[in-house]
T-cell receptor, first 113, second 112 residues
């Protein structure tokens, strides 16, 4: 069935390096994507979103890239900090599904000093 | 500027009891969503509500689960006759429209 999945379950980076978290989606009808960060014991925190009419969107230290041809989404975090350690989820919103978000399983990012 | 509020944060129920989870959306948000998260899993959509209306309940189990968002007061997710498989974190999110959804801290339900 349609699904959202992440390529890597865990990612370890050194403080100050850039991080790239990838996400593949299979639903070509998806037109809205969001990245969330979830720290242990907390709810998901909105990071950045992108609509399907865009290829790239930048925020503070974060960039989301969308490649609709290969149905791939990535989150880039510049100058990764220890506070960035968390689980990162990509979520998609298929245009036909109304408002429900379809989440991937998550990538655990560990930032080492 | 309070965010989405959920209570209780932790709830322990014995098998067969009822669980009631409450969610107060952010001020000005009229859209409420409930999601369930199992350990080391992503969130799974359950139901989407607007005031006094269930818009999409395609992710809700057919039995024992119900949700409401009354004109006054918080949204309630109700689980009747809980079983061990209901143990999970339940998250509520709200949004002003079809935009980013803001999540609450969750209710961790443990069924013993």
């Amino acid at each position: 069935g349609e699904s959202v999945g992440l390529h890597l379950p865990t990612l370890s980076v050194q403080e100050g390096d850039n991080s790239i978290i990838n996400c593949a989606y299979s639903n070509s009808a998806s037109d809205y994507f969001i990245w969330y960060k979830q720290e242990s014991g907390k709810g998901p925190q909105f990071i950045i979103d992108i609509r399907s009419n865009m290829d790239k969107r930048q925020g503070q230290r974060v960039t989301v890239l969308l490649n609709k041809t290969v149905k791939h989404l990535s989150l880039q975090i510049a100058a990764t900090q220890p506070g960035d350690s968390a689980v990162y989820f990509c979520a998609e919103n298929p245009s036909y599904s109304g408002y429900a978000l379809n989440f991937g399983k998550g990538t655990s990012l560990l930032v080492t000093p | 500027n309070a965010g989405v509020m959920q209570n209780p944060r932790h709830l322990v129920r014995r098998r067969g009891q009822e669980a009631r989870l409450r969610c107060s959306p952010m001020k000005g948000h009229s859209h409420v969503y409930w999601y369930r998260q199992l350990p080391e899993e992503g969130l799974k959509f359950m139901v989407y509500l607007q005031k006094e209306n269930i818009i999409d309940e395609s992710g809700m189990p057919k039995e024992r689960f119900s949700a409401e968002f009354p004109k006054e007061g918080p949204s309630i997710l109700r689980i009747q006759q809980v079983v061990r498989g209901d143990s999970a974190a339940y998250f509520c999110a709200s949004s002003p429209s079809r935009t980013e959804q803001y999540f609450g801290p969750g209710t961790r339900l443990t069924v013993t």
